[in-house]
């Protein structure tokens, strides 16, 4: 056990989501097993800048395992991108007497973390919190299996008016720059048609393949929509080229939105947030630093903060055969 490490500072930032609390929790539970400190930054880098923090005993996290959402908050710091600001943050870390950080996040809140790192000999952890699934070194992040489930069960409603008024329903969902979330969900949904940022699937082939729903006795569809997909710029200009080539259609928008990011941790994230958390500290009293925790084939691995952020987590193509497949 590295000795120097007796007090380890925790945070979240970027967009929440849910199971950040769960992970707050282990981080806080396993330091009080081991018998280290714990302090919680709140609003994630702004809170190192500011100085505001908690101490975090084993009580204090107490039935915030089920709670989506964070109680540490989280924000987005612009200062922390500056050099002053990450100055300020050092120098508050030293008056806190933290020794090691670990951060909760996604890829901004790891590379800010790894910057930091570097300029301020501060070691740091992270552990891949967001909905949108988006990590490299990690088949899953914290948040993602939850937000899958309300796009799940809100497609499910979406479904029941699209089918009793034969409407055509294009359903936005989050996920930045990537398709994760339209993916799984659109599989998972039983949507007729799935547009990924990561692939160009074209208006012309989405045309066609609305009217050949038609014309096998399909009355509703569902088009998943990643919001970082650009086949017609935006859900709505989408929309309006298919209403207008394909006049037949009754067609809807719903936008899902921050409903994503809230509600309940599914059982997967808040066990997937307690393992990483867990290693995350056993890393640090290990002596290691700017790690990034994964699950990998099941496993608790870890891999460089700095290779999380240069590759690519590439979503599984295959998907979208399987979904062409089963919307015949
Ligand atoms: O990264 C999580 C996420 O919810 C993305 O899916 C989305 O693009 C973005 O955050 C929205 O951010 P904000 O809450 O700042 O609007």
New binding site residues.
Partial sequence: MNKTIKRIGVLTS??D?PGMNAAIRAVARACAYYKVECVGFYRGFQGMIDGDYVAMDARSVRNIISRGGTILKSA?SKEFLTSEGRKKAADSLKEAKIDAMILIG?DGTFRGGKVFSEEHNIPVIGVPG???NDIFGTNYTIGYDTALNTVVEAIDKIRDTASSHNRLFFVEV???DAGF?ALNSGVGAGAEEILIPEEDLGLERLLASLERSRRSGKTSSIVVVS??DKTGKNVFELAAYVTENLPDYDSKVTVLG?I??GGSPSCFDRVLASRLCVKAVELLLDGKRDLMVGLVNNQIESCTLESALKEKHDINKDLLRISDILST
């Fill in positions: 970027g967009g989501s987005r996604g967001t909905i949108d989050m996920g930045r979330i919001e970082g921050h994503q990011r």
